[in-house]
Nanobody
Framework: QVQLVESGGGLVQAGGSLRLSCAASGRTFSSYALGWFRQAPGKEREFVARVNSLHSTNYAESAKGRFTITRDNAKNMVYLKINSLNPEDTAVYYC????????????WGQGTQVTVSS
């Protein structure tokens, strides 16, 4: 079992940066792949980035260049740094834990709201 709690969202001006954090509990945290997803108003949830236990990463095409996912297994944390925020980044951001190979996630946090003003 893994419990996930996101934090770090808020209201930010376009062009600014944010670092989202996700705290995880569970003894097997380091064995899970961790991902960040987002859901904008009126849209479906979409994949943003993921990182595996060896710190290999994948990004959605739309996230390459501005988003950076990292994890700290010693602290049971996963982070998402977002640079050059724009209003299209406004969404609820979720972290998730699951399988790298199957690209499936069985554990989800409650989400943190990011709002970017123009």
């Amino acid at each position: 079992q893994v419990q996930l709690v996101e934090s770090g969202g808020g209201l930010v001006q376009a062009g600014g940066s944010l670092r989202l954090s996700c705290a995880a509990s569970g003894r097997t945290f380091s064995s899970y792949a961790l991902g960040w997803f987002r859901q904008a108003p009126g849209k479906e949830r979409e994949f943003v980035a993921r990182v595996n236990s060896l710190h290999s990463t994948n990004y959605a095409e739309s996230a390459k260049g501005r988003f950076t996912i990292t994890r700290d297994n010693a602290k049971n944390m996963v982070y998402l740094k977002i640079n050059s925020l724009n209003p299209e980044d406004t969404a609820v951001y979720y972290c998730a834990a699951g399988s790298w190979i199957r690209e499936s996630y069985g554990y989800w946090g409650q989400g943190t709201q990011v709002t970017v003003s123009s």
